[in-house]
């Protein structure tokens, strides 16, 4: 158990709708990562919060967005849904956010898969 | 084109067999972790490699980053059934970490 917590575990939802992916970061990590597995693209880096504030942009959609609130947790909303993004989306936490040559740890969560029809 | 190539794609070998999968870059990066997952699951962090030409033992499990910190190797010794998963290296670059597309090992009884 990494002590990132996600929920759903499971979602399955229509084209164009919305949803909302949360993520609870491990106690004492300020930055949290957004990343989408799917089977023909690997893991892709969507964006990375740290204290509340957008640190780094991915690979990203414009219909997605996330946001991270004063306790830290996170979501991240996807909009507009295709077929194309039914994959894993997993968070991870981190201490702090990597800068320089100093790059911390990543702990990631068990991940939601979100199944698109 | 992906920053970070992992080889082979693909390894199913017999329970006891030695393997090394690769990890190799054209950049430079401040550190690299090797991570494991498996089906369903989220990567779980293995290792982390600072600096160049370092060598960490974790087990059966030798980690090494090359000396131009653009590679690195995973070798287990003695692969058990336990060992099978998806293995995914990261290189550390500037905020973020660029991952590779992953090495599927199955070890077989």
């Known amino acids: 158990d990494s002590g990132v917590t996600q929920t759903p575990k499971h979602l399955i939802t229509a084209t164009g709708q919305r949803v909302t992916l949360r993520c609870s970061p491990r106690?004492?990590?300020?930055?949290v990562y957004w990343y989408q597995q799917s089977l023909d693209q690997g893991l892709q880096f969507l964006i990375q919060?740290?204290?509340?504030?957008?640190?780094a942009k991915g690979n990203i959609l414009e219909r997605f967005s996330a946001q991270q609130f004063p306790d830290l947790h996170s979501e991240l909303n996807l909009s507009s849904l295709e077929l194309g993004d039914s994959a894993l989306y997993f968070c991870?936490?981190?201490?702090?956010?990597?800068?320089?040559?100093?790059?911390?740890?990543?702990?990631f969560g068990p991940g939601t898969r979100l199944t698109v029809t | 084109t992906q920053l970070l190539e992992q080889s082979p794609q693909f390894l199913s070998i017999q329970e006891g067999e030695n393997l090394t999968v690769y990890c190799n870059s054209s950049?430079?990066?401040?550190?690299l972790q090797w991570y494991r997952q498996e089906p369903g699951e989220g990567p779980v962090l293995l290792v982390t490699?600072?600096?160049?030409?370092e060598v960490k033992k974790l087990k059966r499990l030798t980690f090494q980053f090359g000396d131009a910190r653009k590679d690195s190797s995973l070798h287990i010794t003695a692969a058990q059934p336990g060992d099978t998963g998806l293995y995914l290296c990261?290189?550390?670059?500037?905020?973020?970490?660029?991952f590779g597309p992953g090495t599927r090992l199955s070890v077989l009884p």
């Open positions: 991870a936490s981190s201490v702090a956010p990597s800068t320089g040559g100093v790059s911390y740890e990543q702990y």
């Open positions: 106690s004492g990590d300020l930055s």
């Open positions: 919060y740290y204290n509340g504030e957008e640190r």
């Open positions: 950049s430079v990066f401040s550190s």
């Open positions: 490699v600072v600096t160049g030409g």
């Open positions: 990261a290189g550390g670059r500037g905020q973020n970490f660029v």
